[in-house]
């Protein structure tokens, strides 16, 4: 592929799956799964998005893992501390060593009511506690029949973005996941379908953050595979992989991280 080189980056989320000893040993066996994958690819940023139970045993693991990898959290509260059951806070993440936050993933928008407004008050907490922040956004079926993908991206960017300050931009990460893409019952998206609104993302973005919106990694998730993946990463706006399912193997996600590779 013949386009500027700019940093790539593939991480899985394995959602409520993997115990810590699960999780400590995906990270350890990682790399003697990926071989030689990384040589001439220096540019490349991988991570892992365990349950929280399972990152006192992700962080040691990954930092003996001898990859570029983070270790995410899959959400976090915005309140440093308070009366919040089942929350978890920005400073417990720092605590355990926590390199990203994931926000505004589609399961907790959809299962657990994490809406626009509260992302407006996570996206600057978990950008201003030092996190890398992935931020997740996609359109519904329902949105896509109607044609509104692209508005619903930019709303919600505009959104959660609100109190970005501007400083904090090299720590923002951009997941776009069509919401009827993910999972086993969802329909895998084409190229095709994602070019429209990868280009309403980087719009959005350009259109808060001028120049430097153009520097934001924006990924692509939803039912990526190691068949699928080529067509997403040679998209112009497509800087990594936001993979589910095909990636919770250590063969699988080299595999998938290969392939895209290979089509980058
Ligand atoms: P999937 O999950 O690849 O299994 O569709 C993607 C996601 O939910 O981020």
Redesign the pocket.
């Known amino acids: 592929m013949t386009r500027a080189r700019r940093p790539f980056y593939v991480g899985t ?1 394995f ?1 409520m799956h993997q115990t810590p000893a699960e999780t400590a040993a995906f990270i350890t066996g990682l790399r003697p799964a990926l071989g030689d994958t990384l040589v001439g690819h220096e540019d490349v940023r991988l991570f892992v998005i365990p349950p929280f139970t399972s990152l006192p045993a992700a962080v040691p693991a990954a930092a003996d893992a001898g990859l570029p990898l983070w270790v995410g959290a899959q959400t976090m509260h915005q309140a440093t501390e308070g009366a919040y059951t089942g929350e978890i806070s920005a400073r417990m993440l720092q605590a355990v060593g926590v390199d990203l936050v994931l926000l505004g ?3 907790r928008r959809a299962l657990f009511a994490e809406s626009d407004a509260a992302l407006s008050a996570k996206v600057p907490a978990a950008l201003g506690a030092g996190f890398q922040s992935l931020l ?1 956004v996609g359109e519904t079926a329902e949105e896509k029949g109607f044609g509104v993908g692209p508005e619903t991206v930019a709303r919600q960017l505009k959104v959660a973005l609100s109190g970005v300050d501007a400083a904090h931009l090299p720590n923002l990460l951009v ?1 776009y ?1 069509p919401v009827w ?4 019952s ?1 329909t895998p998206a084409r190229p095709d379908d994602v070019m429209g609104v990868a280009d309403a993302i980087r719009g959005a973005l350009g259109d808060r953050f001028g120049a430097a919106g153009a520097e934001v990694p924006v990924l692509y ?4 595979s190691v068949d699928n993946c080529g067509g997403f990463v040679a998209l112009q706006h497509i800087d990594g992989l ?5 990636a919770w193997t250590v063969d699988g996600f080299a595999a998938v991280l290969a392939a895209a590779l290979d089509a980058r």
């Open positions: 989320n959602k993933h589609a399961e997740c997941a996941e893409s993910i999972g086993a969802g998730g939803g039912s990526v936001f993979i589910g399912r095909a």
